[in-house]
């Protein structure tokens, strides 16, 4: 797959990111206040680093698939299938496990399946 298209598709999934990220913070949210605002920065902070490494194709479009398969199902958890009154603190801690976990995971094996695609060519 070219570079080219590549970013293409790390915009798309980046975007549909921004888009469940403001749908949660203003549609789903009962009022907008500052905290609002900060979890939903603090949401947008993986998708904003793998924007900026995006340049590390294979990785970056790793790493965006999976912080958005994550974070539609936490959303899909806890405003579609709410199993539990807890669930809402999902959308207070998965930035956090994204940052930390996730998104360096996701990131590397990105970059390792890049690597074995070059070695096989």
């Known amino acids: 797959m070219k570079?080219?298209?590549?970013?293409?598709v790390i915009y798309v999934i980046c975007l549909g990111?921004?888009?469940l990220h403001l749908k949660t913070a203003f549609w789903e949210s009962s009022e907008v206040n500052s905290f609002a605002l900060q979890v939903l920065a603090f949401s947008l902070l993986p998708y904003l680093i793998i924007l900026a490494f995006r340049k590390s194709s294979y990785g970056a479009l790793c790493a965006a698939i999976v912080i958005f398969?994550?974070?539609?199902?936490?959303?899909?958890?806890?405003?579609?299938w709410p199993s539990s009154s807890t669930a809402a603190l999902g959308l207070l801690f998965l930035p956090l496990w994204n940052l930390v976990l996730f998104l360096p995971i996701s990131f590397l094996a990105g970059k390792?399946?890049?690597?074995r695609l070059k070695r096989e060519k």
Do not use: A, P
């Open 3 to 8: 570079i080219r298209s590549i970013n293409r």
């Open 112 to 115: 390792f399946l890049e690597k």
């Open 69 to 80: 398969l994550f974070d539609l199902y936490m959303h899909l958890e806890v405003f579609v």
């Open 17 to 19: 990111g921004l888009m």
